[in-house]
């Protein structure tokens, strides 16, 4: 899989889980994919701050984009 395809995998990950995210006030956007193995995002509106983001970041985005792009590591959430 080119980086394109995973780009591409990565954001159709993002949009299943976006809904989930909108309905609690909050947002995330991919920043990078480095070495096609960890993925950056940002958390952002009411997920920014939120107590339980870590928990939404490992559970919930880390394993959907895992299932669309198995060769993905760690997801890392980057503070703005």
């Known amino acids: 899989m080119n980086i394109e395809e995973l780009r591409n995998n990565i954001e159709k990950a993002l949009d299943e889980i976006r809904p989930f995210l909108q309905s609690d ?17 940002q958390l952002q509106g009411a997920c920014v701050g939120c107590s339980v983001n870590q928990m939404t970041l ?8 895992k299932k669309y792009a198995p060769q993905i590591e760690q997801v890392i959430n980057i503070e703005a």
């Open 25 to 41: 006030g909050g947002d995330i956007s991919l920043l990078s994919i480095e070495d096609g193995r960890i993925v950056k995002v």
């Open 58 to 65: 490992k559970s919930g985005v880390e394993m959907t984009i």
